[in-house]
């Protein structure tokens, strides 16, 4: 079974959406299941260099939803272990660039760590994941070799391919993350209870199981 989940790097309900998936994937053993992360880009139209976060959020929300918004946040991250430290974040970057070192790290053998680096980089410790030298440190710290990622982040490295996917899911009606797209199929929209993906894991597994025997 294909396992495709489409999400951003700034996205907090993505940072508890990955929690509860780790902990289906445990509870659930993974067998059977090839995990890949795809980009999208929540607003493509912020800046390489980012922008101040607090006014961005205002902008967005309103200073008292966006209070809100960041209380209930902290309230469901707590139930997975995510400590979100808003007060540490002051710029929202642009995450094209983080969404390419993702993609590399599929290539390293290490994407799944990558994308929790990032989220505890963003989130918790408050580091502005649009500079390279922040995907640097994060790319040393998955054991990446970073002169490559280095070369690679220098140039348009893969920009346009990112620029597609991200299209594609929209092209397949996503419009919400984190969404976990299975076999190019079948979507499911939003950060997922533990119990409910290994529901669906059992299901999905079984239907191909029979429709191998069939064979």
């Given at each position: 079974?294909q396992l495709?989940v489409?999400?951003?790097?700034?996205?907090?309900?993505?940072?508890?959406?990955?929690?509860?998936?780790?902990?289906?994937?445990?509870?659930h053993?993974?067998e059977?299941?090839?995990l890949?992360?795809?980009?999208f880009?929540l607003?493509?139209?912020?800046?390489?260099e980012?922008?101040d976060?607090?006014?961005?959020m205002?902008?967005k929300?309103?200073a008292?939803?966006?209070k809100?918004?960041?209380n209930t946040i902290?309230?469901f991250?707590?139930?997975?272990?995510?400590?979100?430290?808003?007060?540490?974040?002051?710029r929202?970057?642009?995450t094209?660039?983080?969404?390419?070192?993702?993609?590399?790290?599929?290539t390293?053998?290490?994407q799944?760590?990558?994308?929790d680096?990032?989220?505890r980089?963003?989130?918790?410790?408050?580091?502005d994941?649009?500079?390279h030298?922040v995907?640097?440190?994060?790319?040393?710290?998955?054991?990446?070799?970073?002169?490559?990622?280095?070369?690679l982040l220098?140039?348009?490295?893969?920009?346009?391919?990112?620029r597609?996917?991200?299209?594609?899911?929209r092209?397949?009606g996503i419009?919400?993350?984190p969404?976990f797209?299975?076999?190019?199929q079948w979507v499911?929209?939003?950060?997922?209870e533990?119990?409910?993906?290994?529901?669906?894991?059992n299901?999905?597994?079984a239907?191909e199981?029979e429709?191998t025997?069939?064979?």
């Amino acid at each position: 079974m294909q396992l495709d989940v489409v999400s951003d790097t700034v996205c907090p309900w993505c940072y508890i959406g990955k929690k509860r998936l780790d902990q289906a994937l445990v509870m659930h053993g993974g067998e059977g299941i090839t995990l890949a992360w795809r980009p999208f880009q929540l607003d493509a139209s912020i800046p390489a260099e980012g922008v101040d976060r607090k006014a961005y959020m205002e902008k967005k929300f309103g200073a008292e939803r966006a209070k809100e918004v960041g209380n209930t946040i902290r309230e469901f991250g707590e139930a997975v272990g995510i400590d979100f430290r808003f007060d540490r974040i002051e710029r929202s970057p642009n995450t094209l660039d983080s969404h390419r070192l993702i993609r590399w790290a599929g290539t390293a053998g290490c994407q799944n760590e990558m994308v929790d680096i990032l989220f505890r980089r963003y989130f918790e410790d408050g580091e502005d994941i649009g500079l390279h030298e922040v995907l640097l440190e994060a790319a040393s710290e998955a054991g990446m070799d970073v002169d490559i990622v280095r070369d690679l982040l220098s140039k348009d490295a893969d920009k346009e391919l990112i620029r597609q996917e991200d299209a594609l899911a929209r092209q397949m009606g996503i419009q919400g993350v984190p969404s976990f797209v299975i076999n190019s199929q079948w979507v499911m929209v939003g950060a997922q209870e533990p119990e409910m993906l290994v529901r669906m894991f059992n299901k999905l597994l079984a239907k191909e199981a029979e429709a191998t025997a069939a064979q």
